[in-house]
């Protein structure tokens, strides 16, 4: 059983920066047996892959729209994966999720386990 808690959405302006924090408790596979990635899913709009990063920390890969701007991590000793949020813009509102897959250096988009989201809002 693997429990995602995500946690530091909230409402900010153009040009802020936030950081998500995805806490991951699991019953099975230690930590870094998880590939772990971001998700999010904007009012009206199907859900789509922010970014992500393999077990190690040694493969990230994030979707263009992001590029540059946001930064995946991860804190081993914490269980706990990182997303850096800079200048964000209007168009990054949305629920962000966090998800983790089985697999050291899983690249698809279907993961085994989703946090509830927590909420991005980036006003103009």
């Known amino acids: 059983q693997v429990q995602l808690v995500e946690s530091g959405g909230g409402l900010v302006q153009a040009g802020d920066s936030l950081r998500l924090s995805c806490a991951c408790a699991?019953?099975?596979?230690?930590?870094?047996?998880?590939?772990m990635g971001w998700f999010r899913q904007a009012p009206g709009k199907e859900r789509e892959f922010v970014a992500f990063?393999?077990?190690?920390?040694?493969?990230?890969s994030y979707a263009d729209s992001v590029k540059g701007r946001f930064t995946i991590s991860r804190d081993t000793a914490k269980n706990t994966v990182y997303l850096q949020m800079n200048s964000l813009k209007p168009e990054d509102t949305a629920v962000y999720y966090c998800?983790?897959?089985?697999?050291?250096?899983?690249?698809?988009?279907?993961?085994?386990?989703w946090g509830q989201g927590t909420q991005v809002t980036v006003s103009s």
């Open positions: 699991s019953s099975g596979h230690t930590f870094s047996m998880y590939t």
């Open positions: 990063i393999s077990g190690a920390g040694l493969i990230r």
């Open positions: 998800a983790a897959e089985p697999n050291t250096a899983y690249t698809g988009r279907s993961y085994s386990h």
